[in-house]
């Protein structure tokens, strides 16, 4: 069996799809991942109704969505209306600073009660010129002790989708999410600590400049999208961050607890790569 085809199949798509636009020779050999496929959530999707709400708490939802999801996550009632504007201060703080400077800003922010639990904050990791953005939702326990985004099981499946598209980990791949502190207990992020992060991922999308974003989960997509979105219906579009694409994709976390939509999240990355592809050559529509 090729790498890719292990790939593949630790995706737990192996049988189903297999890369189109791409000759084999192009990818790269890469190390197989462990990936234990049917593990728990590692992560804040709300776990009263996995089935009803796949992406975790989103950001803002239109009425009937709100009710459905309130009624879902009634355990948690942290479903967020709506994200209040940016903290001022931390716009004002992040607009100018240099990596050195953001990074320091993130470490020692205490804008929002997400501090007060966390281990460290976790502002990001990779290649800050890289083309390829990977924009999660927020730390979990294993990236909290460590300070590196998606260490855990979820990231061990990330670093397997991007392996299947030729990607790897800090190579023209810059790893970020939405909230940099770790929510307690893992629970969804609210609409306040979202925006108290938004000023640090917009001064890491302007000091990387990526040709592609990829947003992973429906909080991450409506932090940076503002806008309500649902990943089974933005999924195969292509969004747009001040004229940088975006696209959406379901969050590997839910993927480990909804193994048959990897083959969606695989088609989604296909789709990306096009994308950056026909862009690098000019076909900026296709
Ligand atoms: N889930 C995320 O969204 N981000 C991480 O860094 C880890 C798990």
């Not at 976790?122 to 990977?134: F, N």
Request: proline content about 8%; some cysteine.
């Amino acid at each position: 069996m090729s790498v890719r085809e292990s790939i593949l199949r630790e995706m737990g798509l192996g049988p189903i799809w297999r890369l189109r636009d791409a000759p084999e020779a192009e990818l790269p050999e890469v190390e197989l991942p462990e990936v234990e496929v049917d593990a728990p959530p590692e992560h804040s999707t709300p776990k009263a109704a996995p089935s009803a709400a796949p992406d975790a708490a989103p950001r803002r939802l239109s009425s009937e969505m709100l009710s459905m999801a309130r009624e879902a996550n009634a355990a948690t009632d942290a479903t967020p209306a709506s994200v209040p504007a940016a903290s001022r201060e931390n716009t004002a703080r992040a607009g100018d600073l240099d990596w050195d400077a953001l990074t320091q800003t993130i470490q020692s922010c205490r804008d929002c009660s997400l501090c007060e639990q966390r281990t460290q904050a976790v502002p990001g990791v990779g290649d800050r010129q890289a083309d390829w953005l990977i924009v999660g939702e927020g730390p979990g326990a294993e990236e909290d002790a460590r300070g590196e985004p998606f260490v855990g099981k979820a990231g061990k499946l990330l670093d397997a989708m991007l392996s299947a598209i030729g990607l790897a980990r800090g190579e023209n791949v810059y790893l970020t999410n939405a909230v940099k502190c770790r929510p307690p207990m893992n629970r969804p992020i609210d609409a306040s600590e979202l925006a108290a992060c938004a000023p640090y991922l917009a001064r890491q999308i302007a000091l990387i400049k990526p040709r592609l974003i990829v947003v992973l989960g429906r909080p991450a997509a409506q932090a940076l999208l503002n806008t309500d979105i649902r990943i089974a219906s933005a999924r195969g579009r292509c969004f747009d961050y001040h004229g940088i694409p975006v696209v959406v994709t379901y969050h590997p976390a839910y993927l480990l607890r909804n193994p048959l939509d990897k083959a969606k999240a695989w088609e989604d990355l296909c789709f990306a790569r096009r994308q950056m592809r026909d862009r690098s050559s000019g076909n900026g529509d296709a």
